[in-house]
Structure formats: structure tokens, C-alpha cells
């Protein structure tokens, strides 16, 4: 649980996975938790050998489309009965008597957005993205965010009207921001933008800066120019945008054993045959032994 929590606050996606039934003799008990991250690695503990790959390859599907699943890991003639909507079912191995379920809940970082500047707006966008749900913060100075973590799931806003917005957009173009908005003028934007280019900043980059920011609400007061930022990154995050997946994980061959039909990473697995020029992988001995037999 606490490797968890620092994920959370590092804003890495991740997946808890937790035990929530289980048959005798699995090794897995209820109530035992394992944390998957999105490069694919797995601290604590789940049960033995027949769970993982299976689960490591749907905590990455969860990751992926942001659903929870629950897992029934069983003998193979029972899956047909377990089957059902929300539900995937996966043979454990066949020399195992045993059965769980496993709940997995991807974890994912919420929209965020750093806002720069002190003003109405500042003030008024940081309350209502707060009572939106999403994370918010408010810095005064372009240095102050390198004490932020920015990833494609954050929204970096200029808001400083006019006291070093070049500095604070060249410091927001050095971050992963999947929004990158300057609360400005049509004149006082270009004015920035030349400043930029002069410091050798490239068209390509300054085109990641939406100028000016929010929607074109027309002629609004300060304060309700929050209302136009929000408005656009609301629209972006249900286009699809201001999401991260964080690490990919790495490309892993996926076997299945012939015998008992679970999912067998062949980097891992330790029992192999090769028969006929073709090459066979097991999840255990006694499954090598059977198809050797």
C-alpha cells in the first residue's frame, strides 16, 4: 500500500491487484495485494507461478483502457460457468486443483493543472478545477516548476499577464505538458513568440502553445476567463487528451502451454520442448511431462 501512495504521488500509472476468493490448495489467499506497474514489474504477492503472466498482461489491458476487471483463474472445465460479463477467465495450471479470483483497478493519473500567475483568473481557474476533481497548482515563478511532476496528463497555463511570460512558457515547453495554454492578447502572444524565436525556440515548439488560451467566450471579465480555459481543457480530456500511460512495458512472446492452454512468457519459462522443429513452452513440469508422455 505504500508503494501505491508514492506511485499516486509520482503520478505513475499503475495497477493494484487484490485477491478477493479463493479454493484450496492456490497459494494465493484473500486479501493478498500485489502492485503492477506499467513497465510491466509486479510487487508483492499474488500466488504462485500460474497467476502471473496472466495477470501482468491484463493489468497492462486495464492501464490501457482505464476498467477494472476481475479475474477467475480455474481449472478449464469449469471457465465456461464463470464466464460472464466484466470477467475474464484464464486456466490455471493444469496440475492445480485450486481457483481465485483476482480484482485488478487500474490506477491513473488524474488531470492536473499548473497554473502561473496571481491573479482573478489564476485564483478562480485553481477553484474550479479543484471542485471538478482534478489536481490542481498555483506557482509565481517559471522556476517553481521544476518542483512540479508534468506529464501528458497536465494542463501548464500562463497566466502571469505580461511580467516574464516568455520565461514562463520556455519553461513550460522543457516539460512532457500535454496542454501548454498563454492567457494573452492576439498582439501580446506574437510579442511573446518573437521573443522566443529570438532565443532560438522553434516553430515546431511554439506550436504546442494554444494562444490565446480557452475558448472564445468574447469580451469577458477576468475572472470568467477561467471559465474559457476550463471549458477547453475539459473538451480535450473527453477528445481524448491530458491522459498519460506512463512507461510502456516491455514486448514479451506470449506462449500457450498445449496441455493445460495458460499463457506462458516464453523469457521466463523454464520448461521447454522442441518436437518436430517445433518448439513447445509449459507453465510447469508436470505440464512438459504430460505432453511428453
Known amino acids: 500500500m505504500a508503494e501505491a501512495v508514492a506511485l499516486a504521488a509520482a503520478r505513475q500509472p499503475f495497477a493494484m491487484a487484490t485477491v478477493v476468493w479463493r479454493r484450496a490448495p492456490s497459494s494465493g489467499h484473500v486479501g493478498s495485494k500485489a502492485v503492477i506497474r506499467a513497465d510491466g514489474s509486479m510487487r508483492g ?5 500460474c497467476a502471473g503472466p496472466t495477470v501482468l498482461e491484463q493489468a497492462g489491458e486495464a492501464m490501457a483502457d482505464g ?6 483463474l480455474g481449472r478449464p472445465d469449469e471457465l465456461e460457468a464463470r464466464a460472464g460479463e466484466g470477467i475474464v477467465t484464464v486456466p490455471m495450471a493444469c496440475e492445480s486443483e485450486g481457483a481465485m479470483e483476482v480484482y485488478l483497478e487500474p490506477v491513473l493519473p488524474r488531470p492536473q493543472v499548473v497554473v502561473m500567475g496571481r491573479s482573478p483568473a489564476v485564483r478562480t481557474l485553481a477553484s474550479l478545477t479543484a471542485d471538478i476533481g482534478w489536481d490542481v497548482t498555483v506557482i509565481d515563478d517559471a522556476g517553481d516548476l521544476a518542483t512540479v511532476v508534468v506529464d501528458g496528463a497536465t494542463a501548464v497555463v500562463v497566466a502571469t499577464q505580461g511580467r516574464d511570460d516568455d520565461l514562463a512558457l520556455d519553461a513550460a515547453l522543457g516539460t512532457d505538458a500535454g496542454y501548454i495554454g498563454l492567457v494573452a492578447s492576439i498582439k501580446r502572444a506574437a510579442s511573446t513568440f518573437e521573443l522566443l524565436r529570438g532565443r532560438g525556440v522553434t516553430d515546431d515548439d511554439l506550436a504546442r502553445v494554444h494562444a490565446p488560451a480557452g475558448l472564445d467566450l468574447g469580451a469577458v471579465e477576468n475572472a470568467e476567463i477561467a471559465v ?9 480530456r473527453a477528445a481524448g487528451q491530458l491522459r498519460t500511460l506512463g512507461a510502456t512495458a516491455p514486448e514479451r512472446t506470449v506462449a500457450i502451454d498445449p496441455v493445460c492452454g495458460m499463457s506462458v512468457h516464453v523469457e521466463d519459462a523454464k520448461h521447454h520442448v522442441r518436437r518436430d522443429g517445433v518448439d513447445h513452452w509449459f507453465c510447469s513440469a508436470g505440464c512438459k511431462a504430460a505432453f511428453a508422455s
Open 228 to 236: 474559457a480555459v476550463l471549458a477547453e481543457l475539459v473538451a480535450r
Open 67 to 72: 476498467r477494472p476487471r476481475l479475474l477467475f
Open 45 to 49: 504477492w499474488l500466488g504462485g507461478a
